[in-house]
């Protein structure tokens, strides 16, 4: 099977299963839950900045919401992305809630407490480092990094999204991406 092929199979089936579950079928919600919670945590937990327990939180609340909203979608575009959407603007919410997201925040000093790389394992050090390194960033400059250079949306989704101008999130990447090179060095 192509990855063409899987991919349009697997659309049709979280299309059948969201059908179910807006129709009030728990067992079909649960199955769209298991195929996506991991893809759905994974973008939150880089959105916040790894921090595990607010992530998982903010994961099932994404869910919860998806359940609730299920019954008004509208199947214009398929149910991962949707969901994924969905997911993403929970997570912003919930930064927003709590400040996170400061118009100009100057912590250029985030990363300064970050370890360096071990010698011994590099790929795998630099992977964590580079998680570590991200989870770090300011939040404002992370979450256009995230949104940017991870799940591929544009300046002008992600500058709508924060409330900021198309010129600002470009900044923003330039300074994620200025602060990771800087301090992941060489490796980078």
């Known amino acids: 099977m192509t990855d063409t092929t899987a991919a349009e199979a697997a659309a049709e089936t979280d299309a059948a299963l969201a059908r179910s579950a807006a ?17 759905v945590h994974g973008v939150i937990v880089r959105l916040v900045g790894g921090q595990g327990v607010r992530a998982e939180d903010l994961t099932q609340e994404a869910f919860v919401r998806a359940w609730q909203a299920l019954p008004k979608f509208r199947f214009e575009s398929a149910f991962a992305t949707w969901l994924h959407r969905l997911a993403v603007n929970t997570a912003l919410m919930e930064l927003r809630s709590r400040r996170s997201l400061p118009r100009f925040d100057d912590d250029d000093e985030a990363l300064d407490d970050f370890g360096t790389p071990d010698s011994a394992g590099q790929g795998t050090a630099l992977s964590l480092d580079l998680e570590r390194a991200v ?34 999130s470009k900044a923003q990447l330039h300074r994620a991406r200025h602060l990771l090179r800087e301090r992941l060095g060489v490796e980078a």
């Open 135 to 168: 989870a770090a960033l300011p939040p404002r400059a992370r979450a256009v990094l995230v949104l940017y250079d991870v799940e591929g949306w544009k300046h002008e989704e992600i500058a709508g999204e924060l409330g900021m101008a198309v010129g600002s």
């Open 23 to 39: 129709a009030g079928d728990v067992p079909a919600f649960e199955r769209l839950y298991r195929r996506h919670a991991g893809r």
